[in-house]
């Protein structure tokens, strides 16, 4: 492992490195990756603002200063999400203008209480409509570990800044995959907790019908255990806390599928690192239970439905509500924003009723298992381009993107905590990524699991995070 934000505010506690150094060290590393197009925007002044702060803290408030688990440690926030004051969010559309908020959101208030220095803003595509993060406005993302492929979407900027060691951490959002599909791409760790552990206040803007949350990506799972504690918890609704569970037994039923249909084919190597994952856990006393894609089969198709409609019809009525010339949005923008006004109420009803059965679905699933053990992606990231938004066939769209993760959408639909990480790589020297799924607040079970994952060192960062050697 080359260095992760728990490293990085380890050498800024210990006085090797100031807060101020690590952002100049992250401004430069974004200055000479910027062709990955992993930036949509930077605040230098803002950046260093925050940097100084946190080392004027250091001085005169040691104690406060090291009870912050990440301070001084640069990021970025998502341009889509939670606002962070003064960073102009645009949701990747033309259809605003860059000028920053002038309050944070909730979760943005406890980045910034955990010691983080946000900086600037990540790609992602317009209105988060993508698993690829190439708006028309630009800047196209591209995949730190491969520049010809896709970092993906919709948190793509996010993973390829923290992959390419620009920052070692960075906020994320995921409705249908975003955190997850990117950190699989690049080679890192995305965690979509459970619904209702992450605020999503004041104006759940983002929280499309229960079916988004906000964290991050990150480099390890430490990195994920540590940012989940800090930010969780005490979300003001609109969904009770979930009930953290502690871990009460070593020895797991662990759910297997590898299989992923005969409409979305998951390729061999893809299936071999979630079998070579399930060898390893079954070797540490584990019991793998084998699971059929037939236990799976409406749930993942009610999920891609879901998706569908509920991001069609919030669309609709953000462009309504908030007045924006919809012509000015990408052909694909548009014909979402059409579709949400053809979906009748009744039509929206039945969707939202399966919506609420694929919970109780998946649920009956952990009635026989403790974890679910599963493919991430089904293919390795797509070339630049594979998910074009030139055109108004949202059904072609949606299409492709239930071809490369099958399986993104039921931890968002269900509201069920899952994580991906990287366990080995192909022949291209790409990620292989495995994703575990686990009930609601079941957290620190899943990391623990993961972490156990991780300790294989099957996968290595190629490149090294700003500020550390």
């Not at 502690?246 to 190597?269: A, F, K, M, Q």
């Not at 079998?275 to 079954?282: T, V």
């Not at 069609?312 to 000015?328: P, Q, Y």
């Not at 979906?343 to 969707?351: D, G, P, Q, V």
Request: glycine fraction near 8%.
């Amino acid at each position: 492992m080359q260095g992760d934000a728990t490293e990085l505010t380890a050498a800024i506690r210990h006085g090797s490195l100031s807060a101020a150094e690590a952002m100049q060290a992250a401004i430069a590393m974004a200055a000479r990756q910027e062709p990955l197009g992993a930036i949509a925007y930077l605040d230098r002044a803002m950046g260093f603002a925050s940097a100084h702060d946190r080392d004027r803290e250091r001085r005169i408030a040691p104690d406060r200063f090291s009870a912050r688990p990440f301070a001084g440690v640069p990021t970025l926030a998502k341009d889509l999400g939670g606002p962070f004051r003064g960073l102009p969010v645009t949701a990747g559309s033309r259809l605003f203008e860059r000028k920053g908020g002038d309050a944070d959101s909730d979760l943005a208030s406890r980045f910034r209480d955990a010691g983080f220095c946000p900086f600037g803003l990540t790609t992602s595509p317009e209105f988060g409509l993508s698993l690829t993060s190439e708006p028309a406005i630009g800047p196209v993302c591209r995949n730190p570990l491969d520049p010809a492929r896709t970092a993906g979407g919709s948190s793509g900027g996010a993973a390829a800044a923290v992959a390419a060691g620009i920052v070692a951490i960075a906020h994320a959002t995921d409705a249908g995959g975003s955190i997850r599909v990117p950190a699989a791409c690049c080679g890192l760790v995305g965690l979509k907790p459970t619904r209702g552990a992450i605020p999503g206040g004041p104006s759940f803007s983002n929280h499309l019908g229960g079916i988004a949350s906000e964290l991050a990506v990150c480099r390890s799972v430490r990195d994920t255990a540590l940012i989940f504690s800090r930010l969780s918890g005490n979300s003001r609704g609109p969904v009770p806390d979930p009930s953290p569970v502690d871990i009460v037994s070593d020895r797991l039923r662990i759910g297997l599928l590898t299989d992923t249909g005969p409409s979305y084919p998951t390729e061999g190597t893809r299936l071999a690192a979630v079998e070579d994952a399930a060898r390893i856990l079954e070797s540490d006393g584990h019991v793998i239970l084998p699971l059929a894609w037939a236990d799976f089969e409406w749930s993942v198709a009610a999920s891609s439905r879901a998706f569908a409609d509920i991001v069609s019809v919030n669309l609709s009525a953000l462009i309504e509500t908030a007045g924006l010339e919809e012509s000015r949005a990408e052909p694909l923008t548009q014909a979402f924003a059409a579709r949400g006004r053809a979906l009748s109420a009744i039509m929206l009803w039945n969707t939202l009723n399966d919506a609420v059965l694929v919970s109780h679905v998946v649920w009956a699933l952990f009635d026989k298992v403790d974890c679910i053990l599963m493919p991430m992606l089904a293919s390795a990231p797509l070339a630049i381009g594979s998910f074009p938004s030139d055109h108004a066939d949202t059904d072609l769209h949606l299409e492709r993107m239930a071809a490369f993760a099958p399986l993104a959408c039921l931890a968002n639909i269900s509201g069920f905590p899952a994580l991906t990480l990287p366990f080995g790589q192909d022949e291209h020297a790409m990620p292989l990524p495995v994703q575990l799924m686990m009930p609601m607040g079941h957290e620190r079970r899943l990391l623990s699991l993961a972490a156990r994952l991780e300790a294989e060192a099957r996968w290595q960062h190629r490149f090294p995070v700003a500020g550390l050697p």
